[in-house]
């Protein structure tokens, strides 16, 4: 079975469920999500909220490998995804060679402000965090006690691992929207809509808007016309 964490966060808690449904249809093997959501981590993570948090789970990520008990393989995602592709093959991806894989975007965004007018910050290795396969036994480091202190760019940054223990995914499991360049949805695994996407008004026409609406109403419409 393959355990997917997806950032959780109640302002979007829609965007949420279609990006676990996009998964699910597409999927040949069993799937368990978890929903890295701060009201079930209290008591665990305690960490007051910085100003340029755009989300609740921009630091709660790194609480993988503990929410794992430091065992086996999981997933993490944004929620601001959806899947194309099936889940199995990013994680037979998996090499014990490293600790984390990721794609390793070389991405500097231009504007100042993103959704819900949230300010847009520039780090190196940016996005690199916001899908991840985690080796837990080999992301110890990552305790609640160290997430809670550390800083974001120390943990976005991975400055928790030596630089050769991080992977490579191939870029089609984290295409950024609008800044990559536009390609056939057959060399895409995985949109990730991380300026915004079109369940923000401001972001109605943006690129791949009509997948991620298809998505919603086979998710949400066949339900809400029964009530």
Partial sequence: MIKVFIGFDPKEEVVYHVLCASILRR????????????STLKGIFNRERNPLQSTEFSFSRF??????????????????????????????????????????????????????????TKYERKNWSSVMLMNNAKCTA???????????????????????????????WNHLVDYDPQLPLDNISNL?????????????NCGYANEWLTEYKKTIFPFVNDI
């Avoid at 999927?27 to 929903?35: A, H, L, R, T, Y």
């Avoid at 993490?76 to 390793?104: G, P």
């Fill in 27 to 38: 999927s040949s093997v069993p799937v368990q999500f978890i929903p890295v959501a701060l």
């Fill in 142 to 172: 990552l305790t609640p006690s160290y997430v809670e202190t550390a800083s974001g760019l120390d943990l976005h940054r991975f400055r928790w691992l030596a630089d050769e223990t991080i992977g490579k995914l191939p870029a089609r």
């Fill in 192 to 204: 990730h809509y991380t300026e915004g996407g079109p369940y923000f008004p401001d972001y109605r």
């Fill in 63 to 120: 609480l993988v490998p503990y929410l794992s008990d430091y065992e086996g393989w999981s997933i993490f995602m944004d929620n601001d995804m959806l899947v194309l592709d099936d889940i199995a093959k990013l994680w037979e991806l998996r090499d014990d060679r490293y600790s984390v894989m990721c794609v390793q975007h070389e991405h500097t965004p231009m504007e100042d402000t993103k959704f819900r007018n949230q300010v847009q």
